[in-house]
């Protein structure tokens, strides 16, 4: 081994995902962040498909483990005892994480379901889960307001997506929300003509509008 | 509902505990113990009196089965809240440096760990009690300053954002719908006002014929 691979190889170990644990680790790290964006941000944010599959085969891993081995318990000492709680414990820590972003991201996709069929670049952010739900769930939405009142209106007051009339019927997400942020690298944004100066680590509350290209290329964090 | 109203855009304590119980302190193992292999960063194997750093949340569990002492953050001393109450105190428009976690992080340690206290706790609890009541008290007097536009408040921590946020945010909210009437009101008086300067052209115009 010649000093180059020497080198090679203490780069590749500082590296993310050189090393499993260290992947493992990033990842619920990951998970957490996207959580937190859900709940966080007006609109709804692309399904974060690759991670929550990873989690998902690890979640599913440690409940078989923890199955074959309460089997065995009574004959086991203490220590298998412990080891199994911690690892219940932090299964159940991620399971609420996943279980709280999902109903987040179902509770905007009630919500706006007509404005997300509306539009390709929306539709795309659902999981095939997340779209066959919105499409099952609005059509008994519209057959239960079919079959209660619906039938018995004009048929020209029928619609429920008119957008005529400077009113939407369409629920859309509204981006001037103001949100909780932090900026890891300076900025300036712009709001209502009026330039704000995002220094590093300062704490601000903006319109979303204003920092949503920031919160995707990372530069701020939504709290 | 899939999600209630009030944890729009929002979190309840609890989770703010959550996210406090995923950063990382210092337990000295009483005994030694094998690592775990878990969904996130393993569990490291516990060497007896060997400094491991580990979540908080697998701290206080080991700690309840008095598996370990947690190492109290150099921050929970009487000397350095002492400190940073001062400056509450000396700079009225700005908050001290306090971690983003300190509140949920000090409330655990005390519940759980007061033994590993170096201070007495109960001094602990009192300063915190102190910074806590100073520092709502300035999250507060800040709000006279809320406007459409947007409001800096650097060095508040998770916890206290938290509180006051569901108030902040509808007040901005509906500050900024207020100021966009105005804006579209002056857009539609524009013309109009327009027109009548245009008219009072043609009158003063029409003076000069009158006098000429």
């Known amino acids: ?223 | 509902m899939s999600l209630p109203k009030s944890y729009q855009q929002n979190f309840s304590p609890q989770e703010i505990n959550f996210l406090a119980e995923q950063e990382l302190v210092t337990v000295i193992p009483r005994y030694s113990m094998n690592g775990a292999q878990l969904i996130g960063a393993k569990m490291p194997k516990l060497r007896a009196l060997n400094r491991e750093q580990i979540p908080l949340w697998l701290a206080t569990l080991l700690k309840k089965q008095e598996k370990c002492n947690i190492v109290v953050p150099e921050w929970l001393s009487v000397e350095y809240l002492r400190v940073r109450y001062d400056e509450e105190i000396k700079y009225p428009s700005k908050f001290s440096n306090l971690p983003w976690h300190w509140l949920p992080i000090a409330k655990k340690l005390l519940d759980y760990a007061s033994d590993d206290f170096i201070d007495p706790p109960h001094e602990i609890r009192s300063l915190l009690q102190d910074l806590r009541e100073v520092r709502l008290v300035k999250a507060r007097k800040g709000i006279r300053e809320l406007n459409h536009v947007y409001i800096q408040l650097d060095g508040l921590s998770l916890m206290e954002i938290n509180e006051i946020r569901p108030f902040i945010l509808e007040v901005m909210d509906q500050l900024r719908k207020m100021n966009d009437s105005l804006k579209v009101k002056a857009e539609e008086e524009m013309p109009r006002q327009a027109a009548a300067q245009m008219d009072r052209d043609e009158d003063s115009d029409d003076d000069i014929y009158q006098k000429e």
Request: charged share 35%.
């Open chain 1, 1 to 223: 081994m010649n000093f180059d691979d020497i080198l090679k190889e203490f780069e590749a170990s500082k590296r993310p995902g050189y090393n499993e644990d260290e992947r493992r680790a990033e990842d619920v790290r990951l998970l957490v962040d996207a959580w937190v964006k859900e709940r966080t941000v007006p609109e709804l944010l692309p399904y974060e498909q690759e991670l929550i599959d990873r989690i998902l085969i690890r979640i599913r891993k440690q409940i078989e483990l923890i199955e074959m081995n309460s089997i065995e318990l009574q004959t086991h000492e203490r220590e298998i005892k412990l080891r199994l709680v911690v690892i219940e414990s932090e299964l159940d820590r991620v399971q609420f994480i996943i279980r709280s972003y999902t109903r987040t991201r179902l509770q905007k996709i009630d919500k706006y379901s007509l404005y997300i069929r509306s539009n390709d670049k929306e539709t795309a952010k659902l999981s095939n889960n997340e779209f066959a739900y919105m499409e099952r769930h609005l059509e008994l939405l519209l057959e239960l307001y079919n079959s209660q009142f619906m039938k018995n209106l004009p048929e020209s007051l029928q619609a429920i997506d008119e957008t005529g009339g400077g009113v939407s019927m369409i629920d859309e997400p509204d981006l001037d929300r103001p949100v909780f942020v932090q900026a890891t690298a300076e900025n300036v944004v712009e709001v209502d003509d009026e330039e704000i100066e995002l220094t590093k680590n300062g704490i601000y509350v903006v319109r979303y509008r204003a920092v949503k290209d920031l919160v995707e290329t990372g530069d701020v964090r939504v709290l």
